[in-house]
């Protein structure tokens, strides 16, 4: 079956760092790929999505690019705010999803 | 638009005891989902709901889980009786016909003590 391996956490970093969440994947045929976020308190919200290969997703300043040949989504971002703490998934599928485990990242003023 | 919603966006009961989460997705989205995180691991899949047709269930963990989706619109997902493996938080999703995005709820978090 499909699996997502997701770099664990937790990850801790300053204003304006450089992010990168890595994310590898094993799944049959040409699954989307996505990330998704969680917030404090809050549900699972979707961040962005790639359909096909060397796709690039983007939203809120957050870039994640579908490598087919290295079967990889690494999320990131090149200055992340306090605001950007909360805890990402990784997922792949079409109809059904299977996520990673979960990065939970945290951002210091 | 409203987007997925769930109820009870938390409840507390005792092993033994039955709980029933309920979900409304998105208007026009006949696709439904399941999923659940317990004890902070990974989002698992549980079962998908095209319109009221149970289109796989190959997730869900035993029989104390029962899902139904009655006339193709809400579903609820039934825990009886409930266990202490259970809690977690339990998401509902629901999509479009033939649609790659699938759109999940806040979540319904279930401590079961």
């Known amino acids: 079956g499909d699996s997502v391996t997701q770099m664990e956490g937790p990850v801790t970093l300053s204003e304006e760092a450089f992010l990168t969440i890595n994310c590898t994947y094993t799944?049959?045929?040409?699954?989307?790929l996505f990330w998704y976020v969680q917030y404090p308190g809050e549900g699972l919200q979707l961040l962005l999505k790639?359909?096909?290969?060397?796709d690039k997703g983007s939203n809120k300043g957050f870039e994640a690019t579908y490598r087919k040949e290295t079967t990889s989504f690494h999320l990131e971002k090149g200055s992340v705010q306090v605001s950007d703490s909360a805890v990402y998934f990784c997922?792949?599928?079409?109809?059904?999803?299977?996520f990673g485990t979960g990065t939970r990242l945290t951002i210091i003023p | 638009e409203a987007g997925v919603t769930q109820f009870p966006s938390h409840s507390v009961i005792e092993k033994g005891q039955t709980v029933t989460l309920r979900c409304d997705p998105i208007?026009?989205?006949?696709?439904l989902y399941w999923y659940r995180r317990v004890m902070g691991k990974e989002i698992k899949f549980l079962l998908h709901?095209?319109?009221?047709?149970?289109?796989?269930e190959s997730g869900m963990p035993n029989n104390r889980f029962l899902a139904e989706r009655t006339g193709g619109t809400y579903s609820t997902l039934k825990v009886q009786p409930a266990e202490l493996e259970d809690s977690g938080v339990y998401f509902c999703?629901?999509?479009?016909?033939?649609?790659?995005?699938?759109?999940f709820g806040e979540g319904s978090w279930l401590t079961v003590v």
């Open positions: 999703a629901s999509s479009q016909p033939g649609g790659r995005t699938i759109y």
């Open positions: 799944a049959t045929g040409y699954p989307s």
């Open positions: 208007s026009g989205h006949d696709n």
């Open positions: 709901f095209v319109k009221e047709s149970k289109q796989d």
């Open positions: 790639a359909t096909k290969a060397d």
């Open positions: 997922a792949t599928g079409n109809e059904k999803l299977t």
